[in-house]
C-alpha cells in the first residue's frame, strides 16, 4: 500500500512548514513545498500528486487560481484551496474550478485533518471499482481502508480486536462486523503495523488493548478464545506486562 502523495503550494514558509507535519503525522507523504505556482508547474511535469493544497495568493507572477487553471489543462487531481483574505471575484474564481474545499487561514490542525480525511474517503470510493485492487492504495497511521461490496470502508485500529487467518484469506474482527479479505494474515500483519497489535499464533493477531482474560495460554477477547503458541507467550508477557 502507498500512502498518499500530496503537494503543497504555499508562499508563507511557516505555514507551510506547520501543514507538512501536520500531513506527515497521520502517515502522508508530502512530495514537496512551492512558494510560487510556475515552480508547482514545473515541479507536476514529472510528479504526479494524488492531491493539491494550493494558497490562492502566492509569490510570482501566477496566483493560486491561475496556477490551478494550468494544472487542470494536462491533469484532473483533487484540489483543496488554503487562503487569508478572499473577495467575492476572487472566491467565484477560485469556484469555477471546482475544488474539494476551502481551508481559511489560520486554521487549525484538526480542521485540516478531517478535510484531508473526507476527501481520502472520496477518492477511494471513486477508486473502488479497480477490482484487482484488494485494499486500496492509501493508508494512513491510525487506519486502513477494506473493500466491501462495491464501496471501501474505513476501520481504525484501534477498532481492531484481532485478526484470523483463514486458508488464503483474512479476517478482521471489530465490536461492530467482521471483514473478509483475500490475502493471507503474514500479506495483511505486513501492510498493518501498531504497537498494540500483536501475532501470538500463526493463525491469529490480537489487539492487545482488547483482552479481556488470560488463563493456560489462552486468551479471551469478547468471548472468543483465543491460543497463544508458546514461541510467542515469553513475548505476549512482556507486552501486556504481566504483575
Not at 209 to 227: F, G, L, R, T
Request: hydrophobic share 40%; glycine share 2%; with cysteine.
Amino acid at each position: 500500500m502507498n500512502k498518499v502523495k500530496i503537494l503543497i503550494v504555499e508562499d508563507e514558509m511557516l505555514v507551510a512548514r506547520d501543514v507538512s507535519h501536520y500531513l506527515e503525522d497521520i502517515g502522508c507523504t508530502v512530495m514537496g513545498i512551492m512558494m510560487e505556482g510556475e515552480a508547482a508547474l514545473n515541479f507536476l511535469k514529472t510528479e504526479k500528486p494524488d492531491i493539491i493544497l494550493m494558497d490562492i495568493h502566492l509569490k510570482g507572477k501566477l496566483d493560486g487560481i491561475e496556477t490551478v487553471q494550468e494544472i487542470q489543462k494536462t491533469m484532473d487531481v483533487p484540489l483543496v484551496y488554503m487562503t487569508a483574505n478572499t473577495d467575492d471575484a476572487s472566491f467565484e474564481r477560485a469556484k469555477a474550478t471546482q475544488p474539494f474545499a476551502f481551508i481559511e487561514k489560520p486554521f487549525k490542525k484538526r480542521t485540516l485533518i478531517r478535510t484531508i480525511d473526507l476527501l481520502i474517503e472520496q477518492l477511494l470510493s471513486k477508486n473502488n471499482t479497480d477490482d484487482e485492487k484488494e485494499i486500496d492504495s492509501f493508508v494512513l497511521n491510525d487506519r486502513i481502508f477494506v473493500r466491501e461490496k462495491n464501496k471501501m470502508v474505513k476501520i481504525k485500529l484501534t477498532d481492531i480486536l484481532y485478526m484470523e487467518a483463514e486458508r488464503a484469506y483474512s479476517r478482521i474482527i471489530t465490536p461492530e462486523k467482521e471483514f473478509v479479505l483475500s490475502l493471507p494474515l503474514r500479506s495483511l500483519e505486513e501492510k498493518i503495523s501498531a504497537d498494540f497489535l500483536m501475532r501470538v499464533h500463526r493463525s491469529y493477531v490480537v489487539n492487545l488493548n482488547h483482552i479481556d482474560e488470560m488463563q493456560d495460554n489462552y486468551i479471551q477477547i469478547h468471548q472468543k478464545y483465543i491460543p497463544v503458541s508458546r514461541s510467542y507467550w515469553d513475548e505476549f508477557l512482556r507486552r501486556v506486562k504481566v504483575i
